[in-house]
């Protein structure tokens, strides 16, 4: 062997042996940060994770967002990515101070003129716009600062602005007519997209621009929401160890995974309330006794307790606790004035004129039976509600027949006025809800329930700053709806997580979202 070809193979081999070296070591990383990914397992899919353009929000699509102003754990109203806010006297206009340095997703900065272009898309496009308010102008003030003008004074902006819907996002990513930011996503929240794959899973890695509260930054390398909508599937994924954290656990399983070793079970209770409603411009609701009487007729302890296992809240008043505007002066009203009463709620509707009884025991006006379709998505949790609540109307001699819809089925029937009853709910985390889209003039979508009284208390609590103002006209609004009843407020359900393998995990207690800084997983 000559010398130079003896060299050039020892050359070879010794560049073999780096590359193989520096193969290996990027392979010994890869595996490191596999350790620290967490599997996150849920039942839905978001249909996008532009939070201009989604129908839904919640841990999936959520966590790319910062959110311009928080919540701490007991619903006090904190700086975020605005640090100072002043009130006009007149109370329609606010000047916003913003934190400095901050960036988007793409390294852009997050500046005024950043949350001025994302607040213009949502007005123009978001099915959310509503929570904006009423906005005149948005004006660049500084490279920090911004001030917004409403046509009317708008109080519920600040608790809407704790939310993601007005979270901005980076508009410099999106093409010429503002879409397709789920091509090159960027906003400024803890998670920074990785990749999505439609039908199967969404992934994310964390912002290492975010303030994770330690020098140490985040306690994981990378999430993977996977969406399973078998219930059997979830579960059986979650016990074989595939799943980190199992979301929305059905109830009939928690007493089994309760069980399994080192799985913990966290409750958090929801701030979305469960209702019995129905449309109020027919004429059989048309009589308060007669919706007096199915408030009387419902008895929320035996459906929390069959359907739910007892994993639920009841609830009387229009507003459940986490929402700004519950009162517990209107609560302990509710529950005495609509107390679980057969007798009485029989004795209402005879004194409405239903007082005859066909052979089955359905009551009877004027020959008519009270018959009534009730609407129920298919989660088999509300389906059952939905039939221990025909049995309770049937009690009092109203029969109820029950139709399964696709839950876009009703969102888009509901507003038209297309059903007789339906179990439903709804959560937002301020009193404004109960204009915007339960009672408001034009905005009851779902109960189409007419009073002139109530709409102008509404519109009041929605223009009024003080706060303890407007806790007097949402009293004073609740108090006749109580006494309206064009409903039947049911439950608050907890909200139940399995996880294991996490040094530390936490939910929000209001906004029932991971807090993706105190997550950190075992090591």
């Known amino acids: 062997m000559t010398k130079k070809l003896y060299l050039f193979l020892m050359m070879c081999i010794v560049s073999t042996l780096i590359f193989a070296g520096c193969n290996k070591d990027e392979g010994t990383d890869s595996k490191d940060k596999g350790d620290r990914e967490i599997i996150v397992g849920m039942v839905s899919e978001p249909d996008s994770v532009d939070i201009h353009r989604t129908s839904s929000a919640g841990d999936s699509n959520i966590a790319m967002y910062d959110t311009l102003l928080s919540l701490d754990n007991d619903g006090n109203i904190l700086p975020n990515i605005v640090s100072e806010y002043e009130v006009d006297p007149n109370g329609k206009a606010v000047v916003f101070k913003m934190k400095e340095g901050l960036k988007f997703h793409s390294g852009k900065a997050l500046d005024a003129e950043a949350v001025k272009l994302s607040m213009e898309r949502l007005m123009e496009s978001s099915p959310f716009s509503s929570n904006a308010g009423d906005i005149d102008t948005i004006e660049v003030l500084s490279e920090y600062s911004f001030k917004i003008e409403w046509n009317e004074p708008f109080a519920p902006f600040f608790l809407n ?285 779902r109960l189409h329930y007419q009073n002139e009284e109530i709409y102008s208390l509404l519109d009041e609590g929605a223009i009024e700053m003080n706060q303890d103002a407007r806790m007097k006209l949402y009293e004073e609004a609740q108090e006749m709806l109580v006494e309206e009843s064009p409903w039947v407020p049911l439950y608050v359900k907890e909200n139940i997580t399995a996880i294991r393998n996490f040094e530390n995990f936490e939910i929000h207690p209001i906004r029932n979202a991971i807090v993706w800084p105190g997550v950190e997983v075992s090591k």
């Open 161 to 445: 602005a704790t939310s993601p819907y007005l979270a901005p996002l980076d508009v410099s990513v999106l093409n010429a007519e503002g879409e397709e930011f789920e091509k090159n996503p960027s906003a400024s929240g803890a998670l920074k997209l990785s990749e999505i794959k439609r039908g199967d899973s969404i992934t994310y890695v964390p912002n290492e621009d975010f303030d994770w509260g330690s020098s140490d930054g985040a306690g994981f390398d990378s999430v993977k929401f996977r969406f399973i909508p078998d219930e059997e599937t979830r579960i059986l994924e979650f016990k074989k160890g595939n799943i980190d954290v199992l979301t929305d656990v059905p109830y009939q399983y928690i007493e089994e995974l309760e069980k399994e070793e080192g799985v913990t079970i966290e409750r958090v209770p929801n701030y979305v309330l469960s209702y019995l409603g129905w449309n109020n411009k027919l004429p059989k609701f048309q009589d308060v006794k007669v919706r007096q009487a199915i408030a009387m007729a419902i008895d929320r302890d035996s459906i929390i307790k069959n359907t739910l296992r007892g994993e639920a809240q009841p609830v009387f008043g229009p507003l459940p606790k986490a929402t700004f505007g519950h009162s517990e002066k209107i609560e302990n009203m509710a529950k005495e004035k609509y107390a679980f009463d057969v007798e009485k709620a029989k004795g209402l509707l005879s004194e409405a004129g239903w007082n005859e009884t066909d052979k089955d025991g359905v009551v009877m006006k004027d020959g008519e039976k009270f018959t009534v379709d009730l609407w129920v998505d298919d989660d088999p949790a509300n389906s059952r509600a939905a039939q221990i609540i025909q049995n309770q109307l049937m009690e009092i001699g109203i029969k109820v027949s029950i139709s399964v819809k696709e839950s876009a089925t009703i969102i888009e029937q509901t507003p038209k006025g297309q059903h007789e009853m339906l179990l439903w709910g709804f959560g937002w985390l301020d009193a404004d809800v109960l204009n915007f889209l339960l009672f408001g003039k034009d905005k009851s979508t």
